[in-house]
């Protein structure tokens, strides 16, 4: 085929091949767009870290003035654009409502701060690998993810479509790691190597939990309607309660799925079912075991060499 071939026959699959196209359709935020947002929602709620020269007290002020005028300037862009996309019938304008979503949002970054801080706090108490603060802000995944998550989950929780979705995924495609922006979890949360690790869009995390790579907060199942399509908007992945340790690989599954408070989940642990509080679930040969934490237990002791191998994962 010659060049002018193809050009014709691409057209032509345009025209028959639907479903793929958005043509004559509402401007979508664009991918450089919401990268660039959330690259520098990241030097908001990190001043100094992320600069490429040294950020002074004399300084910081004029300096977040003119980074927040642009992030408020793009996110009330990207958030109209997808407000446009969605349509609907709200009497204000998709521009009026993207004012104030932006608005909402960028002024609850001091809050978002706050939290992001006892994620930092949890990660350095959490792995002893690390010797320093700045290490675990500069170089550990787990902090762009979960900021970036909870950024986006404001977002999810005033109703903008597509946008939320977009800066986590930026978080994904540079960690590994998979997080909702629908998810609600608690503070001080650590995600110890990150890679791998996927939670769902109504699962719920408490305070002071940490998990590992490759750790699954997912549906094991979900509703379809009479014509076989998903039904949205339904609780499918599981609760996880405070003081909880989830290990390398494990899966939960389900809505109505609990981890009880001050409990552990071993490494390779597959679990359909609820766990009451104070418990720990490891696999005994091919056997799950579900027991109560003994009184002194935590999640990198062991009374059993054959119990070791499933949590005793500090690296």
């Not at 767009?33 to 990241?42: C, E, F, H, I, K």
């Not at 009479?226 to 690989?249: F, L, Q």
């Not at 005994?284 to 075991?289: A, F, G, K, S």
């Amino acid at each position: 085929m010659t060049f002018d071939d193809t050009l014709q026959a691409l057209l032509r699959s345009y025209a028959t091949e639907g479903g793929i196209n958005h043509l004559d359709g509402s401007n979508l935020p664009s991918e450089a767009s919401v990268n660039r947002l959330a690259s520098d929602v990241m030097h908001l709620l990190f001043p100094g870290y992320f600069e490429t020269e040294p950020l002074t007290r004399d300084a910081v002020r004029e300096h977040t003035r003119r980074r927040l005028v642009s992030v408020h300037e793009r996110l009330r862009n990207d958030v109209e654009k997808s407000l446009r996309f969605a349509g609907g019938g709200d009497t204000a304008s998709p521009a009026e409502r993207a004012s104030a979503i932006a608005d909402a949002v960028l002024a609850r970054l001091p809050e978002l701060r706050r939290i992001v801080q006892t994620d930092v706090q949890a990660a350095y108490a959490g792995d002893p690998a690390t010797r320093h603060v700045e290490e675990i802000i500069l170089a550990y995944p787990c902090v762009l993810v979960v900021s970036l998550q909870r950024f986006a989950h404001e977002l999810y929780r005033l109703g903008v479509p597509l946008l939320p979705r977009m800066i986590t995924e930026y978080a994904h495609e540079r960690t590994g790691t998979d997080i909702h922006p629908g998810a609600r979890i608690g503070e001080y949360f650590f995600i110890d190597h990150c890679t791998g690790v996927v939670i769902g869009e109504t699962a719920t995390i408490g305070h002071h939990v940490k998990i590992y790579q490759g750790v699954t907060l997912g549906a094991k199942s979900f509703e379809v309607d009479a014509e076989g399509n998903p039904v949205k908007g339904v609780k499918r992945h599981p609760d996880v309660g405070d003081h909880v340790t989830i290990y390398a690989h494990a899966t939960i599954l389900g809505g109505d799925t609990r981890i009880g408070t001050h409990s552990i989940v071993g490494a390779n642990v597959w679990l359909l079912e609820s766990i009451p509080d104070n418990s720990i679930a490891y696999y005994r040969n091919e056997n799950l075991v579900v027991r109560s934490r003994k009184k002194r237990e935590t999640a990198v002791e062991s009374r059993k060499q054959d119990e070791l191998q499933a949590w005793n994962w500090s690296i």
